[in-house]
């Protein structure tokens, strides 16, 4: 596909068959962006065609690799010794560049290490009843959308896309997520909340949706001078308030702070008997999942 940056800042999409003067398109995923000056962006899949590559190309000067971040805006020098101003293509300018590249690319990741760590995760899935379904990768992708499960879909794509990412450690999410009962977690979804820090005290944006949850600072700093975790705090109100490290490891460098309804905590705490770190692991799980379904609609149907 080619498109050309319009003085407004849009893009432009150009007719198939245009082929730009001077400009060799790769073979497979291609996308192009014509540029001010004969400076045009060429977008390319990898070798393996899953990872997406983009490239500055100027008259006369050496390609530049650049990286293209959902929601974030490019800036193109146009030269480094020219006094023009730079190019600037904004995030739903860079937005659409990066779609358009991927809708032409396979996901990332490899089916068979998913689905091996994935039969150990969900055992119990009739779909895990013999080998031929888990080495073809075509065929059990198509049997799994075709039976409509919604929870194996989710786990499928989250662990292939954590794993090409090298996050081995959804492993230990998925499993806390799958104990917790994915279908209790979805039900409250809406109702979740959950939140990052490197220290044990909240930063001033996790504190004002805490308030807004009715747990006041003060409380919160009373709580956390107990110098310990998990800590669990109650509002009858509201629900319960959990800060704790994710998993057993006290070695981690950061901490989860996560939000549930009275009613889904007595299901996990009370009667799934989850442990703090798992119920933390499982909401965080749970937001890890809708994520990846996102991620999946990008890419080549």
């Given at each position: 596909?080619?498109?050309e940056l319009m003085s407004n800042g849009t893009l432009a999409e150009l007719p198939q068959t245009f082929t730009p003067?001077?400009?060799?398109?790769?073979?497979?995923?291609?996308?192009?962006?014509?540029?001010?000056?004969?400076?045009?962006?060429?977008?390319?899949?990898?070798?393996?065609?899953?990872?997406?590559?983009?490239?500055?190309?100027?008259?006369?000067?050496?390609?530049?690799?650049?990286?293209?971040?959902?929601?974030?805006?490019?800036?193109?020098?146009?030269?480094?010794?020219?006094?023009?101003?730079?190019?600037?293509?904004?995030?739903?300018?860079?937005?659409?560049?990066?779609?358009?590249?991927?809708?032409?690319?396979?996901?990332?990741?490899?089916?068979?290490?998913?689905?091996?760590?994935?039969?150990?995760?969900?055992?119990?899935?009739?779909?895990?009843?013999?080998?031929?379904?888990?080495?073809?990768?075509?065929?059990?992708?198509?049997?799994?959308?075709?039976?409509?499960?919604?929870?194996?879909?989710?786990?499928?794509?989250?662990?292939?896309?954590?794993?090409?990412?090298?996050?081995?450690?959804?492993?230990?999410?998925?499993?806390?997520?799958?104990?917790?009962?994915?279908?209790?977690?979805?039900?409250?979804?809406?109702?979740?909340?959950?939140?990052?820090?490197?220290?044990?005290?909240?930063?001033?944006?996790?504190?004002?949706?805490?308030?807004?949850?009715?747990?006041?600072?003060?409380?919160?700093?009373?709580?956390?001078?107990?110098?310990?975790?998990?800590?669990?705090?109650?509002?009858?109100?509201?629900?319960?308030?959990?800060?704790?490290?994710?998993?057993?490891?006290?070695?981690?460098?950061?901490?989860?702070?996560?939000?549930?309804?009275?009613?889904?905590?007595?299901?996990?705490?009370?009667?799934?008997?989850?442990?703090?770190?798992?119920?933390?692991?499982?909401?965080?799980?749970?937001?890890?999942?809708?994520?990846?379904?996102?991620?999946?609609?990008?890419?080549?149907?």
């Amino acid at each position: 596909m080619t498109f050309e940056l319009m003085s407004n800042g849009t893009l432009a999409e150009l007719p198939q068959t245009f082929t730009p003067e001077g400009i060799s398109a790769p073979a497979g995923p291609c996308v192009i962006a014509l540029l001010p000056h004969n400076i045009y962006l060429l977008g390319s899949a990898d070798s393996v065609g899953s990872y997406e590559n983009w490239t500055v190309m100027r008259p006369d000067a050496q390609p530049q690799t650049v990286y293209l971040y959902d929601n974030e805006s490019l800036k193109i020098n146009q030269s480094q010794d020219s006094g023009s101003a730079p190019i600037i293509l904004s995030a739903d300018t860079v937005n659409k560049l990066k779609n358009n590249l991927l809708s032409q690319m396979t996901p990332p990741g490899d089916h068979l290490p998913t689905v091996m760590i994935l039969r150990q995760l969900m055992q119990d899935n009739p779909i895990f009843y013999g080998d031929f379904l888990l080495q073809n990768e075509t065929e059990f992708i198509n049997n799994m959308e075709s039976a409509g499960d919604e929870f194996l879909i989710k786990a499928y794509w989250t662990l292939r896309f954590a794993l090409a990412r090298k996050e081995f450690d959804i492993t230990s999410r998925l499993k806390a997520w799958i104990k917790a009962d994915p279908a209790m977690v979805e039900k409250y979804k809406e109702q979740i909340k959950i939140w990052f820090s490197l220290q044990e005290t909240p930063d001033e944006f996790i504190s004002a949706d805490l308030a807004e949850l009715g747990f006041p600072e003060l409380v919160v700093k009373r709580i956390l001078a107990q110098n310990s975790t998990p800590l669990i705090i109650y509002n009858q109100p509201t629900g319960y308030l959990i800060l704790t490290k994710p998993g057993i490891d006290k070695a981690s460098n950061f901490y989860i702070w996560a939000f549930l309804p009275q009613d889904l905590w007595d299901e996990l705490r009370e009667r799934k008997k989850l442990l703090v770190q798992e119920i933390a692991l499982a909401l965080w799980a749970s937001q890890d999942t809708d994520k990846a379904l996102e991620e999946r609609a990008r890419y080549l149907k």
